[in-house]
């Protein structure tokens, strides 16, 4: 079985068990996870804090003169 097989599979299995696979938005993660619906975009909830975390600060370093 090659590799472009399995990941037909793996795609197929997907689109029947209606799960969405994203790859988390915090950009020094980047894994690959199972989302129950298309609003997740980060794998677990320290990524999303910790790049909303980020976001804020870059926001305000930005800001200030």
């Known amino acids: 079985e090659s590799l472009l097989t399995s990941l037909y599979t793996m795609l197929f299995l997907d689109i029947t068990r209606g799960v ?3 790859r988390c ?3 020094d993660c980047g894994r690959f996870f199972e989302a ?3 609003s997740v975009k980060y ?4 990524c999303q804090v910790a790049d909303k975390t ?3 600060r870059d926001k ?3 800001a200030s003169p």
């Open 43 to 46: 794998c677990d909830s320290s």
């Open 36 to 38: 129950a619906n298309a």
């Open 60 to 62: 305000k370093k930005t």
């Open 54 to 56: 980020k976001r804020y």
């Open 25 to 27: 938005k915090k950009a």
């Open 20 to 22: 969405l696979t994203r």
